[in-house]
């Protein structure tokens, strides 16, 4: 234990503590005014001259060291130690609302040789003082902990009334109305913004959630940080029923429930939303607006600026001319047309280079046939999963029923219904999960040769698929969106290619493959599952 600081005997002098609870109490009180006052006062008729005056808005229990200015009043004794002093503040529940932390934090200042003294408590080095010091502050413990309960209580009470009682989230503000007191109110321009990444993550159009992050980044949703940094929040966000206009607490025990604040996304939007995150965001989707006629709309991005290339047909004398083009009208050939013969000319020369070597197909055989095991694998473990948790559901529903039905009170009837239907609910989810007989019957052979049969001749396969199939084929041949010039044609170097990604990984790793089988994928250092695309194999 520290031992009590020697001090040298001199004139005492005065620190007083002020704390007030929130930064609310702070900013919009004089709670802080009135307490230095009356510390002030007190100083005054015990002749103490004021060295200091420390102020705290810390709100919450805990290490008293947490408190900045307690921890800055430390540090001052700390480094006046000959200096004689007696620590004023304005009454018990501003020096510690915690037993515990108050008797830690009076021992801290004994060995540091303060005296403690209050307008409203005389502190008494008996045991009679010190008993009533201690029920004092288990007092003012009670009082604490109490008003946390009664704050939880009707925060909670808001919940189940439909409104969100804590801080507004991103993309609102809270505004205080007559009907409804504090209520989320959407904030412009964050709740536009957050729409449209919701819409175009629903669609499609943002593959990927990083690409969701860069679009609201690049219009100030989120300022201080790079785009990667906020996937995490992005996908919380996502999930979040709230943006849809519904009210959900897990943590209180509050079930979803529409709320009275207006959405930023509309509910078709949001499970779309929701379907996407389920699925792991696998595979590509296509564009809706894709057609036979320009089957490159959406995977080429303009070479000179970095915007999307879309495409149209133009009026010509007799006919309807097809072409591309940059719809950045900032870039020196946004809206230029491109002809759609050369733009698709030159990706057949691409495609026409993306044929791999013999033995990139020998491995691709022998990691296809571990990729399928496993997945069929799991398909089936999940599948016998789910039908044990259903039985166990059912069970549980039973049990409920039957208590709902003898139970001698009506709340009682009540806790045990809402349970049953929980579960109901849940066996009814669970359902719609159960993988049919039909989807582990695709044919291994076909999916294997489709496979092969790519990798042999991408040009051959995209002339002989459909167009949606060549927007899965696009992704399963190129990592990334191609560039395009209008002056220059492709740019052929350093093509974002995951065929000749594969055949590297071959290249490097042939040694560890053996014909009776290979080490699983990770090992290897390759995801053989993003380069063999489930989806374009049947494989959900």
């Known amino acids: 234990m520290k031992t009590k600081t020697p001090r040298i005997p001199g004139k005492i002098e005065a620190i007083i503590y002020c704390r007030v609870s929130s930064d609310r109490q702070k900013n919009e009180g004089h709670g802080l005014e009135s307490q230095e006052q009356r510390c002030r006062e007190y100083a005054k008729q015990h002749n103490y001259s004021v060295a200091r005056v420390f102020q705290d808005s810390f709100t919450g229990g805990g290490d008293f060291m947490r408190r900045p200015a307690m921890a800055s009043l430390m540090q001052f004794v700390d480094r006046n130690a000959h200096g004689q002093y007696v620590l004023i503040f304005d009454d018990m529940s501003r020096f510690a609302r915690d037993v515990n932390e108050h008797f ?6 004994d060995q540091r040789g303060i005296e403690l003294a209050c307008p409203n408590f005389s502190f008494e080095n008996t045991p009679e003082g010190e008993l009533v010091e201690t029920m004092m502050a288990a007092q003012h413990q009670y009082h604490r902990k109490n008003n946390k309960r009664q704050v939880v209580q009707k925060m909670k009470a808001r919940l189940e009334l439909g409104y969100w009682p804590f801080a507004s989230k991103r993309g609102y503000t809270m505004e205080k109305t007559a009907l409804h007191g504090k209520i989320l109110t959407p904030y412009e321009p964050d709740a536009s913004l957050l729409r449209d990444a919701f819409t175009k993550f629903a669609s499609g159009e943002f593959r990927t959630k990083v690409e969701a992050c860069r679009f609201l980044f690049a219009g100030g949703f989120w300022k201080n940080q790079t785009p990667e940094r906020y996937i995490d929040k992005l996908t919380y966000m996502l999930e979040d029923p709230l943006y849809v206009g519904d009210i959900s607490y897990p943590q209180w025990d509050v079930e979803r429930r529409r709320g009275h604040h207006e959405g930023i996304v ?7 939303v929701q379907k996407r995150l389920k699925q792991g965001n696998r595979g590509k989707r296509t564009r809706v607006d894709t057609s036979s006629d320009f089957p490159l709309r959406g ?7 970095g915007s999307h290339i879309t495409a149209a ?9 097809p072409y591309y083009l940059c719809q950045s009208k900032l870039c020196e050939v946004g809206r230029k047309s491109i002809r759609r013969d050369d733009v698709h000319a030159g990706f057949d020369k691409i495609l026409k280079k993306q044929v791999v070597k013999a033995k990139t197909i020998d491995l691709l055989n022998v990691v296809f ?8 694998k799991a398909l089936v473990e999940n599948e016998g999963n789910v039908e044990t948790r259903i039985k166990k559901l059912e069970a549980d529903l039973d049990t409920y029923a039957e208590s709902a039905v003898v139970a001698r009170s009506d709340r009682m009837r009540s806790v045990y219904e809402k349970k049953a239907e929980k579960c109901d ?8 999960e159960l993988i049919g007989k039909d989807d582990l019957s695709i044919p291994y052979r076909t999916a294997l040769d489709k496979a092969t049969g790519l990798l042999k001749s991408p040009y051959k396969i995209w002339h ?9 084929l696009f992704h399963f041949i190129f990592l990334d969106k191609l560039a395009y010039s209008k002056k220059a044609g492709y740019r052929t170097d350093n093509l974002p290619s995951a065929v000749r990604l594969f055949e590297e990984f071959v290249s ?13 994928p990770s090992e290897l250092g390759c995801d053989c599952e993003s380069t063999v695309h489930r989806p374009f194999f049947g494989l959900k």
């Open 299 to 305: 995977l080429l991005v303009c070479r000179e600026c």
């Open 425 to 432: 609910i849940e066996i009814e989810e669970l359902s719609t």
């Open 508 to 520: 490097t790793n042939s040694h560890d493959v053996e014909m009776g089988g290979v080490e699983p």
């Open 313 to 321: 047909f133009s009026k010509g004398t007799n006919c309807r001319v």
């Open 369 to 376: 046939d571990r990729v399928w095991k496993e997945e069929t």
């Open 266 to 272: 509309s509910l078709e939007v949001f499970e779309a």
């Open 464 to 472: 002989s698929v459909d167009v949606h199939e060549q927007q899965k």
């Open 104 to 109: 830690l934090l009076r021992q801290a200042f």
